[in-house]
């Protein structure tokens, strides 16, 4: 079965401080890893797609990699408006169906 | 940029009752999911749609059956509803790999 587990659940950073959170996962065979960003009551945001280890991409202050066990979604001096839940899922290669298995997000609060 | 349409954005049903939710998903994406996002948890998937056709299944009750029609737009019946099916109800699309999610349906059973 495909597990997800991000830490931390919960952060709070000042403006401007940088820090980085970390998605490890278990799947057997992976199609890809998905960051998606989601604010209260809303849809989640695509972020990012990693389809394997060494891979890194970047959006503004983000950057995510991936390692073969783990990703880490990167926050370079964060801004309030980056408040908000991240969550990373895996996709494995040998489901039909492509479904996503989330972890239960990190809550991210950055305060000015 | 188009994205995925959700209808209703809220709903009140009672117990018991029937509630239809509606997707239609981002133009010539030819796949459909479902996902069932309860307070304070992760989004759990429900079942998903490949031209037309179920494609994988989730925890999703017997009580729930969708389709997809095809305009590629889908469905998801819900009947019977019970307290515990109160929760954001997410549509997404996909043109292969990567999904797209929709704003939501917020469902309240009383």
């Known amino acids: 079965e495909d597990q997800v587990t991000q830490s931390p659940e919960a952060l709070r950073l000042q403006e401007g401080e940088s820090s980085s959170l970390n998605c490890s996962y278990t799947?057997?065979?992976?199609?890809?890893l998905f960051w998606y960003r989601q604010d209260p009551g809303k849809g989640p945001e695509f972020l990012f797609t990693?389809?394997?280890a060494g891979e890194e991409k970047e959006k503004e202050r983000l950057k995510a990699t991936l390692t073969k066990k783990e990703s880490f979604l990167h926050i370079t001096a964060p801004k309030p408006e980056d408040s908000a839940t991240y969550l990373c899922?895996?996709?494995?290669?040998?489901?039909?169906?492509?479904?996503?298995?989330f972890g239960e997000g990190t809550q991210l609060t950055v305060n000015p | 940029a188009a994205g995925v349409i959700q209808s209703p954005r809220h709903l009140i049903k009672e117990k018991r009752e029937t509630a239809t939710l509606k997707c239609y998903p981002i133009?010539?994406?030819?796949?459909v999911y479902w996902y069932q996002q309860g307070p304070g948890q992760d989004p759990q998937f429900l079942i998903s749609?490949?031209?037309?056709?179920?494609?994988d299944k989730g925890s999703i009750p017997d009580r729930f059956s969708a389709q997809q029609f095809s305009d590629y737009h889908s469905e998801l019946n819900m009947s019977s509803l019970e307290l515990g099916d109160s929760a954001l109800y997410f549509c997404?699309?996909?043109?292969?790999?990567?999904?797209?999610f929709g704003p939501g349906t917020r469902l309240t059973v009383t």
């Open positions: 997404a699309s996909s043109p292969r790999y990567e999904q797209y």
């Open positions: 799947v057997s065979g992976l199609r890809g």
């Open positions: 990693l389809y394997s």
């Open positions: 899922a895996v996709q494995a290669r040998e489901t039909s169906g492509s479904r996503l298995t």
């Open positions: 133009p010539r994406h030819d796949t």
């Open positions: 749609f490949y031209e037309k056709m179920q494609s």
